[in-house]
């Protein structure tokens, strides 16, 4: 009889420990299945990296802290290239598997639901040496440059540089320790907490935020920086990193900065982070990053820095507008899946006519929706649902920023505003969905807005708008 219990309970425990699995490969972005990963909760990450200047290779570790949101016998990171020294789970060496971007740790002992653990990868190599894996759409993360190094992820290349939970809906805390060889200069997310002068000629950064940050917003970059500093309202530090060669110029052409946190702050709510800044890195980009507390932007935004680049961009001001509104919308708030992207760039296009139309008047603004509206006009666009190979182009940019001043035309100046302060106040340091900010301006309006909404994001093509948005003069005037 005895024997037979004792059977029981084993048979029993053993199907305890078969009801631990795997955790899945993907958070559950409907865009991208295997971006992200299920079954934990990240809630911090700290990078302590060795950067050779010259080889371009980093070593060092990550240290994941997280909490498991299941029973799991293992679990999994995005992470790509590089060879992994060792991988530790709460101190005890781990078994793992890799398979492209996905890294499969098996602990020693497996994680029960709600236990916190932590995960330490020592990794050492050269990032995105291997090209057969680049995909454009997956970003590339960490780039050396002839003069540094600067990292932009959007939307998911943060696992070219380490091992994350590459997805915006798992936020977690930050904090770096860069050490690089002299002069070089380390400008991250959050605020310098610390400059360590090594034995070796080599000089360790270290930075920090105390607010949560999505994967893709991370940052480190590396080059010949001066630091300009200025005030922002109620004292909010602004650090900028330029380049030494550019730091005169460029100090002139992000001036308008502190004013526009100003106004952003009185029409969605006070600035989020403890520090605002940019970094410039000195090749021509031609693209930008709300990298959060330190937008990076390229040298075509100084002018005759580029001597053989014709420019004809979008002028600078907007651009910098642009990437300061994200930190309210994108940053603070952020989307749950790629798919809502439109709250990001819809919301930064819109931003920074509101910041023209603020600082400049009522016919620069006219023209900017002009101009926007000519990108759409007769195209077949579905902000709410652009597609995965779309993410950002003409449909989200210019469509979501209409989509915007057509709610505005719709309820009103008051009403609008309302509606951005309440989405702004309740998703703030978290993620929202288009469907959570339908919600908002529905309850905020007292209307029944899915028409509206429908035909703007989802049913394709753009709405007609007033005359002047279609380059008609308007008789009164
Ligand atoms: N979010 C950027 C902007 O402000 C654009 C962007 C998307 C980007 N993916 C990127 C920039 C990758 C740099 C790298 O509009
Ligand atoms: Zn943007």
Do not use: C
């Not at 911090?44 to 909490?67: K, Q």
């Not at 932009?152 to 939970?165: D, I, K, M, Q, Y």
């Not at 702004?424 to 301006?441: G, H, K, M």
């Not at 703007?456 to 007033?466: Q, R």
Request: hydrophobic residues 40%; aromatic residues 14%.
């Amino acid at each position: 009889m005895r024997k037979l219990w004792i059977l029981i309970v084993i048979l029993v425990s053993g199907m305890v420990v078969q009801a631990q699995e795997p955790g899945s490969a993907g958070i559950g972005d409907p865009y991208y299945p295997t971006l992200g990963n299920g079954g934990y909760d990240a809630l911090s990450y700290a990078l302590d990296l060795d950067v050779d200047m010259e080889n371009n290779v980093i070593s060092g570790s990550s240290t994941m802290e997280a909490e498991a949101t299941e029973d799991l016998s293992s679990f999994h990171l995005d992470f790509i290239g590089f060879e992994i020294e060792s991988i530790e789970v709460n101190g005890e060496a781990a078994a793992y598997l890799r398979n492209g971007r996905e890294l499969s740790i098996t602990p020693e002992a497996a994680l029960e639901d709600g236990e916190s653990f932590t995960v330490v990868v020592a990794y050492t190599g050269e990032p995105n040496e291997d090209l057969s894996q680049q995909s454009a759409l997956y970003s590339s993360g960490w780039v050396r440059y002839k003069d540094g190094v600067f990292v932009a992820s959007e939307p998911a290349g943060a696992a070219r540089w380490f091992p994350v939970n590459d997805h915006p809906r798992d936020k977690a805390l930050y904090s770096f320790r860069i050490t690089v060889p002299e002069p070089y200069v380390v400008a991250a997310n959050g605020l310098l907490q610390d400059v360590i002068i090594n034995a070796d000629d080599t000089t360790t950064y270290v930075w920090s935020s105390e607010y949560v940050m999505a994967s893709y917003l991370a940052t480190v970059n590396i080059g010949d920086f001066v630091v300009q500093t200025d005030e922002g309202p109620d004292g909010l530090l602004i650090r900028n990193y330029f380049p030494s060669r550019l730091t005169e110029d460029a100090e002139e052409v992000f001036a308008p900065t502190a004013d526009m946190i100003e106004y952003f702050s009185s029409i969605f709510g006070p600035y989020p982070f403890e520090a605002y800044g940019v970094v410039v890195a000195d090749l021509p980009l031609f693209f930008a990053l709300e990298t959060q507390t330190l937008s990076l932007f390229g040298a075509e935004m100084i002018p005759g820095a580029l001597t053989d680049i014709l420019s004809g961009w979008q002028s600078p001001e907007s651009v910098i507008a642009h990437e300061l509104s994200h930190q309210w919308f994108g940053d603070s708030v952020t989307p749950e899946n790629w798919e809502d992207i439109w709250l990001n760039e819809g919301f930064a296009s819109y931003a920074s006519a509101l910041w023209l139309e603020h600082s400049a008047g009522e016919a620069v603004f006219e023209n900017v929706m002009r101009q926007y509206y000519a990108q759409i006009e007769g195209r077949n666009y579905t902000p709410g649902d652009p597609g995965p190979n779309r993410l950002f182009g003409q449909g989200i940019y210019p469509q979501g920023a209409w989509t915007l001043h057509a709610l505005r035309m719709e309820v009103g100046d008051e009403t609008f505003f309302e509606i951005l302060r309440t989405y702004y106040e309740r998703y703030q340091y978290s993620n929202a969905s288009t469907a959570d900010f339908i919600q908002v301006a529905e309850e905020v309006s007292g209307q029944d807005l899915t028409d509206f909404f429908d035909a703007w994001l989802f049913d394709g093509g753009a709405p007609s708008v007033p005359s002047w948005g279609l380059g008609i003069d308007d008789e009164e005037d």
